[in-house]
């Protein structure tokens, strides 16, 4: 069973910075793509980040609004994928998913942590 857990939000004063944590078990860590996703309430889930797993190059992918801000990151050996998150913005604030995509028999199944809330106020 997969089982993806984050750690590491919470409130910040503008300009600050967090790194978000995500331990997954019960999957083949290195083999999928990892994720970041964060939502505020009452709009859609957005894709913060990526990181590809090893036979890609483990490449990252941002989105436009963090690009230069935040990193992506994983430890294949720990299982954990991470979001350093600099000069962080209150519009930052929302709830911060962890998604593992994993891909059998080109099927991809999705799965996701219970997410941790970022608050970035003065």
């Known amino acids: 069973q997969v089982q993806l857990v984050e750690s590491g939000g919470g409130l910040v004063q503008p300009g600050g910075s967090l790194r978000l944590s995500c331990v997954a078990s019960?999957?083949?860590?290195?083999?999928?793509?990892m994720e970041w996703h964060r939502q505020v309430p009452g709009k859609q889930r957005e894709l913060v980040a990526g990181?590809?797993?090893?036979?890609?190059?483990?490449?990252?992918d941002y989105a436009d609004s963090v690009k230069g801000r935040f990193t992506i990151s994983r430890d294949n050996a720990k299982s954990t994928v991470y979001l350093q998150m600099n000069s962080l913005k209150p519009e930052d604030t929302a709830v911060y998913y962890c998604?593992?995509?994993?891909?059998?028999?080109?099927?991809?199944?999705?799965?996701w942590g219970q997410g941790t809330q970022v608050t970035v106020s003065s």
């Open positions: 998604r593992a995509a994993i891909t059998v028999l080109s099927r991809t199944y999705e799965y």
């Open positions: 019960g999957m083949t860590f290195s083999r999928n793509r």
């Open positions: 990181v590809a797993g090893i036979a890609s190059g483990g490449t990252t």
